[in-house]
């Protein structure tokens, strides 16, 4: 049976991966602060510890043996990472690059191969001169979330040199009912559905022109996994690579949550523009549709719409709570 070893469960894509594995058969340990499983993964085995106490994870990693290593852990927000870069660089960049290396010491006490996927992020393009990027846009981060995420993408390079199976998923946005609401999304989805329901009157955002290729989370994870298994490792720009700005995300979700006027409820708040803020960041799936037989498979409005919905059913069993 194939072992799995997952780090950042309880986020979004932590989540979907770990039903995932459990829906194939796999045995998933994961690493969590704390020990209560995903409420929609409850058989995965929880190791409680921090990825940065790299002994002790590389402790547990060499006890468990796994056949394959999933890093999703990190702070995952941008705008954290302006507000915490030194603990951005240690969790985001220092401890995945322990993982990396106890990732291959398992594969040399073990002598078999062990398939690390790390989950980078297209911040580590930067502000590209190019759109959409690829697999050879340089990497030129410009906040120090992508400059964390863009020490591992090369150290991903350097350890494949050493032989272990590593993967950079080099992961656009994506979203979910499951992305926590400090994200822009999921703050517009919430605010969308509260103020269909009367429970607010305002949305505060930044810059409404910023441009992402947003896709489906449970896709996203489904072409780590396919990564984590390809005969050859290689990085791979997971991407829809369709861009749209902030502003067609707020206007495709008040119109779900049945306001067509979005415009009367929407603030731009200057402390929420970011002071580097990539205004076009769009991927080139190719390597990834041809080499994996990848490719999203939920569309712009579906998944502002699967949002929205969620949210407003939050909002109606909040109003109906004594
Ligand atoms: P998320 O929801 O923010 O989850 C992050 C996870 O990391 C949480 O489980 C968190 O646990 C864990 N974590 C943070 N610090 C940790 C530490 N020191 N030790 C152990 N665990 C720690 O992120 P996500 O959206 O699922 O994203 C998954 C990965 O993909 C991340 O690496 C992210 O940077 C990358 N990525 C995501 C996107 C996207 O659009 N979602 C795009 C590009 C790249 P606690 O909650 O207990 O702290």
Known sequence: MTLAFITGISGQDGSYLAERLLAEGVEVHALAHALEPP?????????????????????????????????????????????????????????????????????EKQGRPVRFVQASSAEIFGEPDRSPQDESTPVRPVNPYGAAKAFV????DVYRHRELHAVSAILYNHESPRRPDHFVTRKITSTAAAIAQGR?????????????????????????VRAARADVPRDYVVATGVGRSVRDFVAAAFARAGLSDWERYVVVDPEFVRPADPT?????????????GWSPTVGFDEIVGRMVDADLRQERSASVRP
Request: charged share 25%.
């Open 153 to 156: 993408h090369h150290m991903v």
């Open 39 to 107: 409420p929609e993964a409850p058989g995965v085995e929880l190791h409680r510890g921090d990825l940065t106490d790299s002994d002790e994870v590389r402790a547990l990693l060499v006890d468990l043996a796994p056949d394959e290593v999933y890093n999703l852990a990190a702070l995952s927000s941008v705008a954290r990472s302006w507000e915490e870069p030194d603990l951005t660089a240690r969790v985001n960049g220092l401890a995945a690059a322990a993982l990396l290396d106890s990732a291959l010491l398992v594969q």
């Open 280 to 292: 076009e960041l769009v991927g080139d799936a190719t390597l990834a549709r041809t080499a994996l």
């Open 200 to 224: 607010a009157d305002v949305l505060a955002l930044g810059n409404l022109d910023a441009r992402r290729d947003w896709g489906w989370a449970p896709d996203y994870v489904d072409a780590m």
